[in-house]
């Protein structure tokens, strides 16, 4: 009786440990670093370029997408900040911004919150000096200043949702059951030793496979939780309403991963792979002649039927 008490306890204590280990890829909630105090700053504690040293194929995918650089865009993105700041913010009454000196990383957010989360880790002045590097930017390509303009870019283009972005700050999304993301492990699907001198361990992010992961930044609509809600992507919300709900199985790396061949270059129609992947057209076509009245008599016509099937997992194009 004793003994089977005892041998219960342990499988007890067993399935517990399990269960802990299943569960314990994160850990506390850690110190928040020093506020970063400068863009260089920033952009070196989020640096992918070490990364390259072992992760060649993987990083010279992840430059051809627009992640690398989420804050320049297309390069239409920045642009679209500085509009949101003078045609919006600054208009706004109760907004407190009347001038590039009033801007904070709160106003930056209605953006950053999804272009370059790693803000909430900068101090004002950060927000304000980004401002001004897209604005001079803009002003060396007016004055056909290409030298300056490219070097700009480069400074803009530094400020990105890198390796570190996906792999640790935003690898992991229930932090209650999962634990918070700790500052010396690199997130992905296996666990064990690191070699990169800084993220020494590995771990597990129960969900980074799963669309949620992205969905985390690819928008579900306003963004109700800030004081000023913003709407940009949609796209996650249309996965979940129209895809999923209507028997849609697959998940976004599925398709934008692996059946595309793109891995970390994660991308769009400027993509052969994926155009091809986005439609089913079918035309039909005949010709008749058709007798029309009696001045016009009998004029041929053509009637071409075109069905369009979206393939893709949600709207296109999003936004
Ligand atoms: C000195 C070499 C080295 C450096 C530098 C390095 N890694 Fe790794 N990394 C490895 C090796 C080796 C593995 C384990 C085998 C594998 O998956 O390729 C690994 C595994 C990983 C994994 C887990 C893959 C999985 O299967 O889940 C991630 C994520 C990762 N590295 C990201 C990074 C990031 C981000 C950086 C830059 C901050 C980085 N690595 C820098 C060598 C390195
Ligand atoms: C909910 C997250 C989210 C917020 C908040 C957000 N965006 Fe976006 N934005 C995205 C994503 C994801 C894409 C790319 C995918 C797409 O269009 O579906 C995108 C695309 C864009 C594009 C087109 C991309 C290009 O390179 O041409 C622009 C421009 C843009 N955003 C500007 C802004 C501005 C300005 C703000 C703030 C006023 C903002 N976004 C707020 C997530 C967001
Ligand atoms: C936009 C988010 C995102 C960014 C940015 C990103 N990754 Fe990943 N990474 C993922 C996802 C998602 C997976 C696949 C996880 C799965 O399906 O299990 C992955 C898988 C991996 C793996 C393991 C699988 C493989 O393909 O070998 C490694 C290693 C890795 N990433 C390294 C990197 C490095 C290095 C960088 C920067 C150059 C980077 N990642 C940037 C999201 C990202
Ligand atoms: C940390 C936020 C974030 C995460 C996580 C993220 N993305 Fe993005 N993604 C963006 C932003 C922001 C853009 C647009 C950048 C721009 O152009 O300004 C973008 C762009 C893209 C684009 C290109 C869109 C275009 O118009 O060409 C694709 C495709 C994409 N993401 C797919 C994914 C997939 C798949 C995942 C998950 C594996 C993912 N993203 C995870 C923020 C994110
Ligand atoms: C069934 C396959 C499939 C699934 C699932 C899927 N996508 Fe796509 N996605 C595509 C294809 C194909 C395209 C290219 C069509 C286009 O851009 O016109 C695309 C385009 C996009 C674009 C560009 C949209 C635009 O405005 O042009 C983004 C961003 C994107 N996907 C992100 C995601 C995210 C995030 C998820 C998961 C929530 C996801 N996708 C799930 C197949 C898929």
Redesign the pocket.
């Known amino acids: 009786m004793k003994r089977a008490f005892i041998a219960g306890i342990a499988a007890f204590a067993g399935a517990a440990l399990m269960a802990f280990n299943a569960y314990s890829e994160g850990g506390p909630k850690p110190e928040p670093l020093p506020k970063a105090k400068t863009i260089a700053e920033l952009a070196e504690r989020y640096d992918?370029e070490?990364?390259a040293?072992?992760?060649e194929d993987i990083y010279d995918e992840w430059q051809y997408s627009l992640h690398s650089h989420s804050i320049l865009g297309s390069p239409r993105t920045a642009p679209t900040i500085i509009t949101a700041i003078e045609n919006g913010i600054k208009l706004f009454p109760y907004s407190g911004v009347k001038n590039d000196e009033d801007l904070t990383v709160e106003h930056l957010m209605i953006c950053a919150k999804c272009h370059l989360p790693q803000l909430d880790e900068a101090t004002d002045d950060v927000a304000r000096e980004i401002v001004a590097t897209i604005k001079g930017w803009q002003q060396a390509y007016r004055d056909g200043d290409t030298d300056k303009a490219e070097k700009l870019e480069e400074t803009i283009a530094s400020l990105n949702i890198g390796?570190?972005v996906c792999?640790?700050k935003v690898a992991i999304i229930h932090k209650w059951a999962d634990g918070y993301p700790q500052y010396d492990t690199?997130?992905?699907?296996?666990e064990g030793d690191?070699?990169?001198?800084?993220?020494v361990k590995?771990a597990e992010a129960p969900a980074i496979g799963e669309s949620i992961f992205c969905g985390q930044c690819h928008g579900l609509g306003p963004n109700f939780e800030l004081d000023h809600p913003s709407q940009c992507a949609t796209l996650y919300g249309s996965y979940l309403f129209a895809y999923v709900a209507h028997g849609g199985s697959e998940t976004c790396q599925e398709c934008h991963m692996e059946k595309s061949g793109l891995g970390h270059d994660m991308q769009s129609y400027k993509d052969e792979a994926m155009i091809d992947m986005a439609l089913d057209v079918k035309v039909e076509g005949r010709s008749i002649f058709w007798r029309k009245n009696k001045a016009e008599g009998v004029v041929p016509i053509g009637i071409i039927d075109v069905s369009m099937y979206n393939k893709a997992g949600h709207v296109i194009p999003d936004g």
């Open positions: 992918s070490r990364c040293e072992c992760h390796c570190t792999h640790q690199v997130y992905g699907s296996s690191h070699e990169d001198e800084e993220l590995m």
